[in-house]
């Protein structure tokens, strides 16, 4: 597939590189240095090429967004035209000292984002670890265990692929239902990232749901 990265970043950068990794052909975008994305596409190897935001969206199949939430509509606008295109979201609507959401209960930011692309099939996925985890899930993407990774969305046909994609990287996908379940799936994004970076354990933290027979 073709990807677009909207904001290679910590997120961004490090999951654009999994996906070129895994055969999928990659354009980084939108960082306040050229330098950096051509180092990127550089690391990613393959095809992979450093682009501005409206080159990444041209002819994507999927777009990641992943910047803060201060600059998901800059980086909207110097998009363009993003209607047909799958967006896989990991940014939370977190205020600008990160440290509470500013979108919650009643709403969320992955359909805050839906509403401002309408034309657009967005998916909330790869949030809910931190970046620091993600090299790691990749290297042992082999074992038969693999961490879970919830994501959801509306559209029908963006959510396979957006499976797939989490697949890719090393996950196993658990579709949680529409896109609304994000208002459940951010809050749950600040519980791992307090035990990734207040824990004892270190921030390479990723989860596992499992099912049980049930027992009386
Ligand atoms: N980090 C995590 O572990 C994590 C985990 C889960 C979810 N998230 C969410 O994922 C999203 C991305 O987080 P992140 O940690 O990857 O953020 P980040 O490292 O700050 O990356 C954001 C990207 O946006 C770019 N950017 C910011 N301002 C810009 C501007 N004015 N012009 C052009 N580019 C600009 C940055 O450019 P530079 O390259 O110049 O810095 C960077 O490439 C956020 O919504 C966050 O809440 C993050």
Known sequence: MRIGILGSGLMGGKLGILFARSGHDVVFSYSR??????????DAGGSSRAGTPREAAEDADVLLLAVHWSR???????AGDVSGRIIVTCSLPMNAEDTELVVAHTSSGAEVLSRKVPDAAVVSAFG???SEVLFAVFAARR??????????????????IAARLIRDVGFDPVD????RVARYI???????ARLAYDGDGGPA???????LEERT
């Open 72 to 78: 998901v509509d800059d980086v909207l606008g110097q």
């Open 176 to 179: 949680t239902g529409p896109l």
């Open 128 to 130: 809910t670890v931190p």
């Open 205 to 211: 933290l990723a989860y596992r749901f499992e099912h």
């Open 143 to 160: 074992r038969k265990r693999r961490p879970s990774m919830v994501y959801c969305g509306d559209d029908a046909a963006a959510k396979p």
């Open 33 to 42: 240095s050229r330098r950096k994305l051509a180092r990127l596409a550089r």
């Open 186 to 192: 951010e809050p749950f994004t600040l519980l791992v």
